[in-house]
């Protein structure tokens, strides 16, 4: 199967492009620029498509972007901190994303006689994100069958949407993923910030995970106290 995989840079997209290259066709990467605070993340999707020998396209979408107003990964708002769970981390919602993402993507791959476009979305982003739940991944999937009726079959792959954050750092370590070259923070700053709700996350996952987390962070020691203080309801690994 040709796969074309949306990456983002971060651990998911990039353990997901090893894992594709690994067992399927891997026939690119595709990232999007779309004004986010933190655009270093593209820097670590490139390299993943340098390492793994495939051609690597970075859609720029900055000016559409700026109508998609309203989050903290956009707009002048402070990234919230703490448990990637808590209701704070909404404001880091930014509308319609990853549908017009993946809608870029199914063009593109169709256009490239792929047979399925992959992503990394998982079922910690279920709680925060509407674009990232196996209800909308069957949808979008019935949805681009029909726009691409008679012109390409392109189905969606989605191998981690019913897998918490910690099996993909272990899918990523049996692929050999450089963790260490992939970005999460939501900040965007000189290294991982430790407390945003992404950062918290990733520690979270390689602790529940069992392995090494080669990570810098600013602030090594908050998510212990950030995972203490949400609901135990709704801590998810």
Known sequence: MKVLVVCSGGLDSVSLAHKVAAEQELVGLISFDYGQRHKCELDYAEQCAKRLGVPFDLIDMSAMGKHLSGSALTDDIDVPEGHYEEGSMKTTVVPNRN??????????????GADAVATAVHG??????????????QA????????????????????????????IVTEGAKYETPFELTWSCYKGGDAHCGRCGTCVERREAFFVAGIEDPTEYLDADFWKSALDAAPKQETSA
């Open 140 to 167: 979008f999937e019935d949805m681009q069958k029909k726009a691409l009726d008679g012109y390409a079959s392109v189905s969606l792959y989605s191998p981690f949407v019913h897998k918490p954050k910690s099996a």
């Open 99 to 112: 549908a017009i993402m993946l809608s870029i993507a199914f063009g593109i791959a169709a256009a490239k």
């Open 124 to 137: 910690g982003d279920h709680f925060i994100y509407p674009d990232c739940r196996p209800d909308f991944v």
